[in-house]
């Protein structure tokens, strides 16, 4: 088996034969094809750009792999910013010894991604760190979009709007826990890992205010930024969270917090009340919004409290996490 | 001959007890002129006259019932050559120190009176008079005066006006005196709001389900003998299997069904009337249904302790359900407004009433365990009675924050430390905003407003974070165990490190693991931590705490070898195989694991290996029930109806071993004993039994590791456990060590503010 040597990464032949091999037969397009020190690209005057590292273990997960959620991860951070993503660069950090089989699928996937979220990758780079420098293979990618939208911003969020979410929560993180680790669920869960501007484009109308990815620290921690932010309170609704039975069964057993897990394909939107039906309405209409739903509403209250009624009608406070749940019955 | 002129200054508890009533049957007697007055400081006398020694003795020594005098002070005072003795006007002041009465039981000259045809208060719901009715539960400031209270809505009619003015009638200055004519009213009303004659007593004999506004907030009520109301109860409020409280026509009565000793008796009867919780008598058919306590060996019992309730009891009813009308989770419900929305549903019908109630209280409960009331939960009749600190003075106010789970609150400074009234769970914002509500009102009931903050050291507390949200500083954080510790020691003032074995749930560690079965020595300044249980894997923390098999599975395929752990087996039919799975991974990778030394999981896992209970739907229920099959397997040894081998009810072997600096009990012997017995078929009573007398045991000897010390502290919520406490008394008793317990706060998590406040007057 083939495998990333420290050579891959010298700037000589091996490096020109992985680019070629690689980067160039599954990414290529007409700039990356510039092949120049900077990439040349159309712009327009308001532009978005965001950046983010990928590192997760495993590289293979059910529902997808390091390179779609190195895609997904930057374009959805432009798409909920409201802005149509369009180019993408890609920088690898390899370890030493990584197969180049394994490396390869993760470019594939990088480049099917990308058409399915109608993005170009235009720059590059690969380094290669000798074992044990790093874990396997790291991404970088850096995002830039138009923003000819208008501009979301929580700012305008105002009690008496509708807090939607496009679809169930926690799958992304449990699909990577069990993976990791070997847990064998009653009902697997698949990674969410997506990209959501198609879907976002779909519903996207005057009364959408706010949009946020909830990836790390999910949905209760995204919330909970939201709601301080803009000064507001919120209160969630139990039964009206989806979750799939593979989610909450895990939960349950781990005693883990479906609120507080990972999603990678998933959109928090906060739309004014007149807009709630509609835009619930199209989601439910695109492939990855059809179990969208309100999950809760903004309300007066004290700025940045998160509240969540239980179906007997009590309400807990969502809080930030710090750390880990840990025990507390005495 | 000269006549001498005093000033007296009393306070404590000295005010809506009958106090200057008193005071002026006293000196009219003595022939002594002058007056007596309320201020917020307490009570001012000014005296004149020759019988000036044996008043001021008198004035202590034949005091009313419900008073309690922490302090007189006297001074020489000017002689104004007064013709009589009255009693002037209630003075406000600006710094109130006078304590406020808990509420309490009507008494029985009132209960004469509701029940005598010719009596002007025949019926009436609200009778009182200074030696009973109502005092915490309606104050909102002091000094206290009816206008102070939520009868100020009440403007007294001419007879009523005449008694409270009269200083020789039983409601001199009662300040809640009320009557038909004037004062609040009942009303009955149906789910759908209408208006229906009577009090409900003939809707409950026809299995109907009440709600009734008492004291301190909403009851909810039904027939205790009907099995099917009960079960409609249980459902509407999603009940689970927790235990509901009765209320009981008469000791008598109670007797039918349950054992009650000389000082349980004393405990029901006495002006706070609390929940004793009571054995059910094993000896004769029980009249009363298993699912008002489904799976234990007790019931909570306790008496009528307003007009209201004896009048429910007007019919033929004996026992009546009266539990705590919240829904599950949530404060209890205590306005009108917040009972017709939410109990709607729940309750058939709705007995309200217009007195307000301003501090919602919830019933206490007690139980006797080694001759001792232990308190469980700590609110009606005795809130907000202060402990005294004698023997040091406090550097600055402040305010504990208590636990998370079972919270109340303390309040301290100067000499006095006043400890809120049970609030609940935290987790529940509705808690959190009764909590906030309370801290509020209850600063000014107690007049300490608090510059220092004590909280918990768990990072998940809500009370954490409450702390860290507020503007006083310095805030202290605390460990748990040492709170616990600091809170019993400071109930009996002893200020010399002490050697204190706390028995709890779980708290945060040091280092970081959860903390449950420790070792500690030292006071509220330090400790040190001496030993522990082993560390031992609860997988999924509180999720985990559900599943007291899963914990079971846990601990056992730690403690066990290869071997023996195969043999477990057939141990774990009711874990599904996907389960058992997870549970290896879990243990194998460390996914979600806390490493604890709790006592109270080690219970549960035992309740769960045995399969007594599988499933947790209240807190404590896995021990609970564990500690109802080893006290009837017990009951039925004594009693000579079991054959089984009664020879060999001894403990099962543990060890303890030093780790380091710290002595640790390790429990794989105990386990491997105890699956040798599951595996031989000995009945689940037997062996739930020996646990016991095993974990007591093993208290035992990790005390005396230290026995030099002589004397040991026992804090947290297992010592509510009464078999399990009550035989680790016998083993110090025969070993003549002294055992210090907590006397007027709970062992558990109630009793944790008090101890946060004294550790952070140490660090100030
Ligand atoms: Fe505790
Ligand atoms: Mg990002
Ligand atoms: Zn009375
Ligand atoms: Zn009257």
């Known amino acids: 088996m083939e495998r990333i040597m420290m050579a891959h990464g010298s700037g000589g032949r091996l490096s020109h034969e992985l680019i070629h091999s690689l980067f160039q037969k599954y990414l290529g397009n ?37 390179g779609r959620l190195a895609v997904c991860g930057t374009v959805n951070d432009l798409a909920v910013s409201g802005a149509a993503p369009k180019f993408l660069s890609l920088a690898l950090i390899l370890e030493e010894g990584l197969p180049l089989e394994e490396l390869e699928r993760i470019i594939q996937s990088v480049a099917d991604t990308a058409k399915e979220a109608g993005i170009s990758i235009v720059c590059g780079d690969t380094k290669v760190v000798e074992r044990g420098s790093a874990d396997k293979l790291f991404i970088n990618t850096t995002g830039i979009g138009y923003s000819n939208r208008y501009f979301v911003n929580p700012q305008q969020i105002q009690p008496g709007d509708g807090i939607l979410i496009t679809g ?105 009340p007149e807009a709630v039906e509609s835009v619930l309405q199209v989601m439910h209409a695109h492939p990855l919004g059809h179990r969208a739903a309100q999950i809760g509403v903004v309300q007066e209250g004290k700025p940045g409290l998160v509240l969540l009624e239980t179906p007997l009608g009590g309400k807990r406070i969502v809080g930030m996490l710090e750390g880990e749940h840990l025990p507390r019955i005495c | 001959m000269t006549s001498k002129a005093k000033k007296i200054y009393l306070n404590g508890i000295v005010q809506g007890v009958g106090f200057r009533p008193f005071v002026f049957k006293l000196a009219e007697e003595l022939n002594l002129k002058g007056w007596v007055n309320n201020s917020s400081k307490g009570v001012t006398i000014h005296a004149e006259g020759e019988n000036m020694d044996c008043f001021l003795q008198r004035l202590v020594s034949d005091s009313p019932p419900l008073a309690k005098i922490l302090m007189v002070r006297t001074e020489e005072a000017n002689f104004e050559n007064f013709c009589s003795f009255h009693i002037t006007r209630s003075e406000a002041q600006q710094d109130a120190d006078v304590l406020i009465s808990p509420d309490v039981a009507t008494c029985q000259d009132c209960l004469h009176e509701i029940l005598d045809k010719n009596n002007r208060r025949f019926g009436y719901p609200f009778t009182n008079c200074t030696n009973c009715g109502p005092r915490y539960t309606i104050i909102r400031d002091v000094p206290y005066d009816r206008a102070q209270t939520t009868m100020s809505t009440f403007p007294m009619c001419e007879s009523c006006a005449a008694e409270y003015q009269d200083p020789r009638d039983r409601r001199f200055h009662a300040q809640p005196v009320a009557c038909e004519e004037c004062g609040p009213k009942v009303q009955l009303l149906d789910s759908s709001g209408r208006l229906i004659p009577g009090m409900g007593v003939d809707q409950l004999v026809q299995g109907g389900i009440l709600a009734v506004k008492g004291l301190g907030g909403f009851h909810l009520v039904c027939d205790a003998g009907n099995r099917e109301a009960i079960e409609r109860l249980r459902q509407r409020k999603e009940r689970g299997a927790k235990p509901f409280a009765l209320m009981v026509r008469s000791i008598e009565k109670a007797r039918q069904e349950v054992l009650i000793d000389k000082k349980e008796e004393e405990l029901l ?119 005294s600190l004698t023997s ?29 009234q049970y609030l609940g769970d935290m987790e529940s914002f509705e808690t959190m905003e009764r909590f906030q509500q309370e801290l509020e009102s209850f600063q000014r009931v107690v007049n300490v407003t608090p510059t220092v903050i004590a909280y918990d050291q768990h990072p998940n507390y809500h009370s954490t974070r409450f702390a860290l949200e507020q503007e006083q500083q310095p805030k202290i954080p605390i460990q748990h165990h040492h709170a616990h510790l ?80 195969t043999k477990t087996l057939p141990l774990w039919h009711s874990l599904l195989p ?187």
């Open chain 2, 269 to 387: 009867l006495s002006p706070a009337a609390p929940i004793v919780i009571l054995e059910r008598n094993q000896n004769q058919a029980n009249l009363l249904p298993d699912n008002i306590a489904p799976g234990i060996h007790t019931l909570g019992m306790m008496l009528p302790y307003t007009p209201i309730h004896h009048l429910l009891f007007k019919g033929p009813l004996d026992f009546l359900i009266m539990t705590s009308a919240n829904l599950s989770g949530r404060p209890l419900i205590y306005t009108n407004e917040e009972a017709l929305t939410l109990l709607n549903g729940i309750a058939d019908y709705i007995l309200v009433h217009d007195r307000d109630i301003y501090h919602p209280c919830d019933d206490s409960v007690i139980q006797r365990i080694g001759g001792e009331a232990v308190y469980f939960r700590r609110a009606r009749g005795y809130v907000p009675l202060p402990i």
């Open chain 2, 392 to 420: 040091s003075k406090l550097k600055k106010s402040i305010l504990g924050l208590g636990g998370d789970l079972k919270n109340a609150f303390c309040l301290a400074d100067d000499q006095r430390a006043f400890v809120s």
């Open chain 1, 168 to 272: 169930t929560i926690g799958d992304h993180e449990i699909a990577i826990l069990s993976d990791r680790e070997g847990l064998e669920f009653e009902t697997p869960v698949t990674s969410d890992c997506a990209p959501l501007n198609g879907l976002i484009d779909s519903f996207f109308q005057v009364g959408v205010k706010c949009m946020r990815d909830p990836t790390r620290g999910g949905v209760a921690t995204t919330l909970n930024e939201l709601a301080q932010q803009a000064g507001v309170s919120m209160l969630l609704k139990e039964e009206s969270l989806p979750i799939l039975p593979g989610v909450k069964g895990a939960c349950d057993m781990l005693g883990l917090d479906p609120l507080y897990l990972a999603n990678e394909g998933k959109a928090l939107v906060i739309v004014k």
């Open chain 1, 30 to 66: 007409s700039f990356l094809d510039q092949m120049n020190d900077a990439t040349i690209v159309p712009g327009q005057e308001q532009l978005a750009v965001t950046t983010d590292s990928f590192v997760v273990s495993p590289l293979f997960f059910r529902g997808g792999n390091i």
């Open chain 2, 578 to 764: 996907n389960e058992r799975k997870i549970l290896d991974r879990q243990l194998e990778k460390d996914i979600q694991i806390f490493q604890t030394s709790s006592a109270g999981r080690l219970f549960d896992a035992l309740s769960g290996l045995l399969g007594i209970c599988t499933e947790v739907t209240y807190e404590g229920q896995a021990a609970i029930e564990l500690e109802s099959t080893a006290t009837l397997f017990l009951r039925q040894v004594n009693s000579g109806g079991k054959n089984e081998g009664t020879e060999d009810v001894s403990e099962y072997p543990y060890e303890i071993r030093l780790e380091g600096n710290e002595y640790i009990l390790g429990v794989a012997p105990l386990f491997q004993a105890i699956v040798h017995d599951c595996l031989q078929g000995v009945s689940r009573g037997k062996i739930a039994y020996r646990f016991h007398l095993t974990i007591a045991g093993a208290i035992t000897a990790l005390a005396m590791q230290f026995q030099h010390h002589g004397q040991l502290a026992l804090s947290g919520g297992v010592f509510q456990n009464k078999l399990l406490t009550e035989a680790v008394l016998q083993n110090f008793k025969d070993k003549n060590i002294k055992v210090i317990r907590s006397r007027t706060l709970p062992p558990g998590d109630g009793g944790l503010a008090f101890g946060q406040v004294l550790i952070a007057n140490e660090v100030l």
């Open chain 2, 486 to 565: 600091a809170s019993v020691l400071g109930e009996w003032e002893l200020s010399d490190p002490t050697l204190g074995i706390i028995c709890d749930g779980t708290g945060f560690g040091e280092d970081r693991c959860i903390w449950g079965f420790e070792v500690l020595y030292g006071n509220a300044a330090s400790y040190e931590r001496k030993g522990h249980l082993e560390y031992l894997p609860l997988p999924g923390g509180d999720a985990g705490a559900k599943h007291p098999v899963r914990i079971a599975y846990a601990y056992l395929k730690t403690l066990l070898t290869g071997e023996e752990w």
